[in-house]
């Protein structure tokens, strides 16, 4: 098949943007999930500061910075989980600016998530939470290059306009059989 044949058939240009948006949606419940039980259970797996907390300078000093962190970690996982459910949706949908927002969205996470793993091997944190740090900006960054190429399909084949506009005919049908 040359360059300048079409490929006949039903298939949208788009598709692998939809793909994208299914795995979003699914991604994001689980990182919202993973970010609830991570944030109920950090206590357990966190150890007990030797001084507590007063002022906001304390959360930065070295006993503290780890989990001040691990929170800032969590909380962004939580509310990039809720944005990846979001965007997933706009995605599936095909949404012209669902892409743009993606790439915030994944961008945000992961570089929070490379921040963190960096600044847990600058501190010489615990090598769990420095593996963990690392896959999970390894698994930002995937969803980043996902959503960049979304946008960019997104950007070449735009969706039409009366994508998902309903048409009066419908309407009409639609308020004379829940009238009756």
Known sequence: MSGEETQTGDASPRAFVTATGYLFQVVGFVLVMGGCVLWGFAGFVEDRLDEPINTVGDYFKSDALVATVSLACILTTLVAGLGLLGT????????????????????????????????????????????????????????????????????????PDDLNVVSDEFLDKYSRRHSE
Do not use: D, Y
């Not at 963190?116 to 501190?123: E, K, L």
């Open 88 to 159: 997933g949706l706009g995605l599936q949908g095909e949404n012209r600016s669902s892409g743009q927002w993606a790439l915030v969205v994944t961008g945000v996470l992961a570089a929070v998530w490379w921040g963190g793993a960096v600044t847990f091997w600058i501190i010489s944190a615990p090598i769990w939470k420095i593996i963990v740090a690392a896959f999970s900006a390894g698994a930002g960054s995937v969803l980043f290059l996902l959503a960049g190429n979304s946008a960019r399909i997104l950007k070449l084949h735009p969706p």
